[in-house]
């Protein structure tokens, strides 16, 4: 009897075994079925001649084409195979249709986009394009659709889900581009959280918090274009006195967000190979899939590589073709504006103007919210004054009845004209022509070329005010912060090969105008850059790509002899500043005093200004798109040891200092990272709390989606930006994910990244790739001039 039961045991557990093989491998198969092959041939409707893809070993597509609608048919359906979740719920979103897919937990998210009204816009775009511009949207639109229509297996998100993707239209690129715009607009959010800054501390704290870039902040260019414009007195008065002031993000209401990027472009006379050479860095939440899709693309007129955005066609937020290479920083343009409404207390449908009252345009909209059991709806009505839609309910820190007035929602904003311009240019007179026509969003580009001039230009619809800036909420009632018009393109700042040797961006200033661009300017990390850059006159490839990868922070460079002179006589504090001895101030991921030093610094803007703002606006201010303004505040009081902002006003009875505080910051970090990591000093490596983790859309409900945590180097305030979330210290929140390197007197020697990977296909060989290969600073070869040597072939034939 016992040896039965052993042996029934023994079945028992070999037949358990087996299912639980058999289920993994049934679930390895099944997550594998969506991934595409780089090899053989595909017929497809809609081609009218042979395309050939040539995949290199990191899944980035060389698209080889006869003609220029069948390049962009292939693009669309080449990226719709690694990327078609990603841009199902970017068009989605872009629609307020996520709650389609999502449920009950994104009926606020489309509540605002539909607000806001994006789709809407992007349906009056469409018809405003160029014919040529919509004829490639066009063309773009049938590939991703090729590839919905003749796709077996979709990819795992959408199993999971129990959901299809509805045909591709053009207009889901068109808004895909207006949300790209509308993320790097700063005052969306900045400009709402000052005007609670305002309301819960005071006009007077206001000012003091808001606080003015110091004299030395570096500028893109110092060139002067001997131009003159012609403002109203009442915009000149409103801004010449007025300073700029850093820049902060609340939070975007979708994660496109580029809160520090940079690029560094030396002329011949500054390298040693006697060429330019060309670094770019935009930096954005990193997440799964790449916000990028890197892709080159050869036919017609087109022979360009760089980064893409999936749903969109072309390349675009930086890249090179035969002739030029360009990359782009957030320009941090102030091109949106809030007005307060006042409503007719007879009628909540009308608003007063200086002539008067004015009905609202009224739209009436519905949320679709999936259920269990179908669908349920949600209707509700958007109310849109002349300065746009009324956002109060939809957006945080809005005061009631405020309209939000931002260019882009005043279509045409050229965006596909002006980039598709762009990747064909060959010249910078070409180049600036091209961004001419673009409304926006604002940004600076940078720009180099195989001749060996190099030069940038800025774009924006700068706004001509009646009065004021633009800097918080104005009265809509009275006609009097009315736009009057954009100041010209003409106009706008831009270099072409100034005597320096070199341009840089790093979202400071572009240069001094008399017009107001933006109160959000950033500074440190174009300090350290003209530290570098003074350093020597000539500089090699691999010293210039190592740009790119610098950590020291100007901040701490700033604030640690602060530190020692404060808690030099301090018994308790001895140890922990021990660290900052000989310390060269890299914010790197072996070193106790980078954490240190970020612990510090956290504590010190909560300890300077919670007691002011309370907590939930100091838990703000602390976000990674907001840092930089009480950076800049604890910058120009510094050296004031008795400014009023040091004094803790909950104790009434003691009046501190700077170095109270400094002290009573170093204390808390010391608390709180031996609370943490331990007692010992010598054990507080960055690297152990500061780590990047590449988080997909579903991960947190499904974290095997997820990468796991990278530990990775800088801060943000290096120019190797490693954004971290203060509300999860010290987990990175952002940083330089698309990055590109390019020495105009060797092409084939470029290299791009853009991590975790090509593919958005989980399983697939380049979902986390590059990850890795990221994290320690590398970028692969971009292969332009050899595409056609690469051993993965698939050809797309048409179909007869």
Request: net charge negative; with cysteine.
């Amino acid at each position: 009897m016992k040896s039965k039961k052993i042996k029934a045991l023994v079945i028992s557990l070999g037949i358990i075994v087996f299912i639980v093989i058999a289920s993994v491998v049934s679930l390895q198969v099944v997550f594998r079925l969506p991934l595409p092959s780089y090899s053989g041939t595909v017929t497809l409707d809609g081609l009218t001649a042979k395309v050939e893809v040539w995949t290199d070993e990191h899944g980035v597509p060389h698209i080889f084409a006869q003609n220029e609608a069948d390049l962009f048919f292939a693009q669309g359906y080449i990226t719709a195979r690694e990327r078609m979740f990603q841009m199902d719920t970017t068009r989605l979103a872009g629609s307020g249709e996520l709650s389609t897919y999502f449920g009950e937990a994104t009926i606020k998210a489309d509540k605002f986009f539909k607000t806001v009204g994006f789709y809407r816009t992007a349906e009056v775009e469409y018809q405003l394009l160029k014919p040529e511009s919509r004829a490639f949207l066009d063309a773009y639109t049938k590939g991703v659709n090729a590839y919905i229509s003749t796709c077996k297996n979709l990819p795992i998100e959408y199993t999971l889900l129990g959901v299809k993707p509805q045909p591709w239209k053009p207009q889901d690129s068109v808004v895909t581009g207006l949300l790209m715009a509308y993320s790097l607009n700063r005052p969306k959010d900045t400009e709402l959280v000052l005007y609670q800054i305002g309301l819960k501390a005071g006009e007077d704290i206001l000012k003091h918090i808001t606080p003015t870039l110091p004299e030395y902040a570096p500028t893109v260019s110092e060139r002067n274009n001997n131009l003159n414009l012609s403002i109203s007195n009442n915009a000149e008065s409103a801004t010449s006195g007025e300073s700029r002031r850093c820049d902060s993000n609340l939070c975007c209401p979708i994660s496109l967000d580029i809160p520090a990027s940079n690029w560094m472009i030396f002329a011949g006379s500054r390298t040693t190979t006697g060429k330019p050479i060309f670094t770019g860095s935009p930096d954005l939440q990193p997440k799964i899939p790449a916000l990028f899709y890197l892709v080159h693309l050869k036919g017609g007129r087109y022979d360009v590589i760089g980064g893409s955005i999936p749903g969109a066609p072309g390349v675009n937020v930086l890249g090179f073709n035969r002739k030029i290479a360009w990359s782009t920083t957030n320009g941090r343009g102030d091109e949106l504006d809030y007005f307060i409404e006042k409503l007719n207390p007879d009628n909540p449908n009308q608003y007063l103007t200086e002539n008067g009252y004015k009905d609202f345009k009224l739209i009436d909209e519905v949320v679709k919210i999936k259920t269990k059991d179908g669908f349920r709806e949600e209707k509700f009505q958007v109310k849109i004054s002349r300065h746009g839609p009324i956002i109060s309910d939809v957006v945080s820190n809005a005061p009631a009845n405020c309209a939000m007035m931002w260019v882009g929602l005043q279509p045409p904003t050229n965006m596909f004209d002006g980039f598709d311009a762009l990747i064909r240019a060959n010249n910078f007179e070409e180049f600036r022509r091209a961004l001419s026509v673009v409304k926006t969003p604002t940004i600076n580009f940078g720009y180099a070329d195989v001749d060996g001039n190099i030069g940038y230009q800025y774009i924006m619809s700068v706004p001509l005010r009646k009065n004021g800036d633009g800097t918080l909420p104005v009265p809509g009632d009275t006609g009097e912060y009315e736009w009057t018009g954009f100041v010209p393109f003409e106009k706008l700042p831009y270099d072409y090969n100034p005597d320096k040797g070199y341009i840089a961006s790093f979202n400071n200033p572009p240069k001094n105008v008399n017009y107001h661009i933006t109160s959000y300017f950033m500074f440190e990390r174009a300090l350290r850059f003209e530290e570098i850059v003074k350093s020597k006159d000539k500089f090699t490839s691999e010293e210039i790509r190592n740009m790119q990868l610098d950590n020291v922070s100007m901040v701490a460079k700033r604030w640690v002899p602060q530190v020692l002179k404060a808690c030099g006589g301090t018994e308790e504090l001895q140890a922990a500043p021990a660290l900052f001895q000989g310390w060269n101030y890299s914010i790197d991921i072996q070193s106790q005093a980078a954490t240190l030093f970020n612990s510090f610094y956290m504590h010190l803007i909560r300890n300077t200004l919670e007691d002011e703002l309370g907590k939930e606006l100091c838990d703000t201010i602390l976000t990674p798109y907001l840092i930089y303004q009480p950076d800049m505040m604890l910058a120009n009081i510094m050296d004031d040891n008795n400014h009023f902002l040091w004094d803790d006003i909950r104790t009434t009875d003691i009046k501190e200092t700077k170095e109270d505080m400094v002290r009573k910051s170093m204390k808390d970090a010391v608390n709180e990272l031996t609370s943490r990591l331990g007692s010992d000093p010598t054990k507080w490596e960055w690297g152990k709390v500061h780590m990047m983790t590449f988080k997909h859309p579903m991960g947190a409900k499904l974290p095997f989606f997820n990468l796991k945590p990278i530990p990775t180097n800088g801060d943000g305030f290096t120019i190797n930006a490693g954004w971290w979330d203060s509300q999860n210290p010290y987990a990175m929140d952002s940083g330089g994910v698309i990055r590109m390197v390019i020495d105009m007197s060797d092409m084939e020697s470029a290299t791009l990244i853009s991590p975790p990977g090509q593919s958005g296909q989980y399983k697939s060989p380049y979902y986390s790739d590059l990850a890795e290969i990221w994290a320690k600073g590398m970028q692969i070869p971009a292969h332009f001039l050899s595409a056609q040597e690469l051993s993965k072939l698939l050809i797309l034939e048409p179909a007869r």
